[in-house]
């Protein structure tokens, strides 16, 4: 699982585009809201409007630290919304090497190498603190511009990245028209992180009115669904068509979303970019087969801050610079969704298996080359397995047959494993950890009477020298708009921009990315992807079993977990509540 370290980066370190960007505070983004008046700013394009740094719920800080969110205070002067939010609480030093691989995997050469890190190096990010719950709203729908036919819009909610650990909703390549201009309203959201959106303890529990603690990240995204619902109308936004969508990271907080009854009701389709929960199963006490529990994680926290039977009002006097210093990897692994009875009466897995879950119509997906940029870092090609090395055909099959008993020979054979361990193993890791648990859900979704559209991402950068192939998050600017020009951009990648920003708003308008001019997207039906490629000589387009063999074989570790994790799960603390509270 120490995955985790590198996957939770995403692309949150290579924010250059948009740096440039000219906004002005103008009377048509002065409007009326629930909240109290707003003053937005004008962007480069006229008659698209930014709205930053909007609170949707109170501050998190002293005695609201690790507790649901509070709804966020009116107000009667004007909210000036032109500096975004504080990023939440996180730590700022993580990239390690993989900044270099994924500046240097472009094939751009020394001196443009050069340029980037410089730029990088010399960025400022948005203050750190406790205080960050708050969201941005994009939109050219604003009800004061007097248009002929001022119907609401279709929103559309992003979730970032980063493992639940790092990422920010102000990170440049999520701040673009793009979207806008097809009429869409674009919401980007922060939410509480690592130790403060994820750390479960006793003591905490003690204070909540529902007996459980963490899962904090998952309730600030449902608070920003209910300001959503209640706001979003004041913005030109449809409150009743709403699609949740995120990468990474982004896409587990889309199926814990999915699977949180808290959720229900909140969000109407959901669009998931290399990502499912499916295969955390943490529990709050006990055993979460492979995943450390909650209480557990909670308690190792207060040990390092020398808190052995600490009261919650003594962990939450912990200064919040302390609390982030002695987090460890190992630490980071337990702040993740997990089973508490009341915001996950099941895990994202067996809800999706058993039908307990908010059933939208899903487009998910994932990249040719995920492991690209990770396995580098952590060489171990399967989630379930902590100590897989390089050997011959035998020793890989016996450990293996660990986790994959029925499979293990073959999976060595289909990644040529024994004779080429990086290659195959990197290409396996990738399809465990993204492939086989998007294919998962999908298939789940539609096993449980709803649409799921799959897409394959296999578009590599246009130099001739890249190693990346199509890396983690490397979709994020085609959906976006928000391409880097200095890494390069072919004409196959401007027509493939258009075609991936098109089937995204019409899903969102519709729940079906099809519409004119477009390739046929087939619902999945076991075997349908929508092949989306650029740079590679293959032309984007219907294809049938991608990576079947290959996914199935690994499906069998998924659903053995599972199947265990059913088993030793604990009874739910309390019932679980029907539909979202108000």
């Known amino acids: 699982m120490s995955v ?5 980066m995403g692309i949150a370190i290579l924010g250059l585009a948009a740096c440039g960007s000219k906004e002005k505070i103008v009377p048509q983004a002065l409007i009326n809201t629930p909240q109290g008046p707003v003053q937005g700013v004008s962007t480069d394009d006229d008659g698209i409007y930014n709205f930053k740094g909007l609170p949707f719920a109170a501050p998190p800080i002293d005695d609201l630290r690790w507790r649901a969110p509070k709804p966020a205070e009116s107000w009667q002067d004007t909210y000036v919304a032109d500096i975004f939010g504080n990023r939440c609480m996180q730590p700022s030093d993580v990239e390690g090497g993989f900044f270099s691989r994924l500046i240097e995997g472009h094939g751009l050469g020394g001196f443009k190498n050069f340029l980037i890190k410089r730029a990088v190096a010399a960025q400022k990010p948005s203050p750190m603190s406790e205080d960050c719950l708050y969201l941005n709203v994009r ?3 604003l009800p004061n511009e007097d248009k002929a036919a001022n119907s609401p819009q279709p929103v559309m909610v992003w979730i970032h990245g980063g493992g639940h650990q790092f990422g920010s909703s102000d990170f440049n390549y999520y701040q673009n028209n793009a979207l806008v201009k097809k009429d869409v309203v674009l919401v ?10 994820y750390m479960a303890h006793p003591e905490l529990s003690k204070t909540d009115p529902n007996g459980v603690s963490g899962n904090y990240g998952t309730l600030d995204q449902i608070a920003a669904l209910k300001w959503v619902r209640d706001n979003i109308s004041a913005y030109g936004g449809d409150p009743d068509n709403v699609t949740i969508f995120g990468e990474s990271a982004g896409a587990w907080s889309v199926t814990e979303m999915m699977a949180s009854p808290l959720a229900a009701g909140l969000f109407h389709k959901a669009i998931g970019q290399s990502g499912a929960s499916s295969y955390h199963m943490s529990q709050m006490e006990g055993e979460g087969v492979g995943w ?19 009261s919650a009002e003594q962990l939450r006097a912990v200064p919040a610079e302390k609390l982030q210093s002695i987090i460890t990897e190992e630490m980071s692994e337990g702040f993740h969704h997990v089973r508490d009875g009341y915001v996950f009466p099941e895990n994202v897995g067996l809800a999706f298996s058993k039908g307990a879950y908010n059933k939208v119509p899903m487009l998910f997906g994932y990249n040719s080359d995920e492991g690209t940029l ?16 390089p050997s011959d055909k035998a020793g890989l099959t016996a450990k293996l047959s660990e986790a994959f008993p029925n499979n293990a020979a073959r999976i060595v054979d289909l990644y040529d494993l024994d004779s080429n361990f990086t290659e195959g193993g990197t290409q396996m890791m990738g399809d465990e950890i993204f492939g086989v648990n998007i294919r998962y859900v999908a298939q789940q979704n539609e096993a449980h009477g709803e649409d799921s559209f799959l897409y394959f991402f296999s578009r590599i950068p246009p130099s001739k020298k890249q190693t990346l192939g199509a890396f983690h998050a490397a979709e994020i600017p085609f959906v976006f708009g928000s391409h880097e020009p200095i890494l390069g951009l072919s004409d196959d990648d401007k027509a493939l921009t258009e075609l991936m920003q098109n089937y995204w708003v019409n899903f969102a308008k519709s729940g079906n990315p099809n519409g004119e001019g477009l390739a046929n ?12 490629s650029a740079n590679t000589g293959l032309e984007s387009g219907l294809e049938s079993l991608i990576r079947q063999e290959k996914l199935d074989a690994l499906q069998e570790g998924l659903m053995i977990k599972l199947k265990a994790l059913e088993s030793a799960q604990n009874t739910p603390q309390i ?6 509270p108000n």
């Open 292 to 310: 450390p529990s909650g209480y557990q994680t909670g308690l190792k926290v207060a040990s390092a801050l020398g808190l052995e039977t600490p």
């Open 521 to 532: 997207w087939p619902r999945h039906q076991g075997q349908n992807w929508l092949h989306l």
């Open 575 to 580: 019932a679980a509540p029907t539909a979202a």
């Open 374 to 389: 990770f396995f580098p870092d952590d060489p171990q090609p399967t989630v379930w397995l902590p100590d897989v090395k």
């Open 188 to 197: 980007t959201i922060n939410y509480r992180l690592g130790a403060m959106g």
């Open 139 to 141: 939109t050219s729908n």
């Open 4 to 8: 985790l370290k590198s996957t939770i």
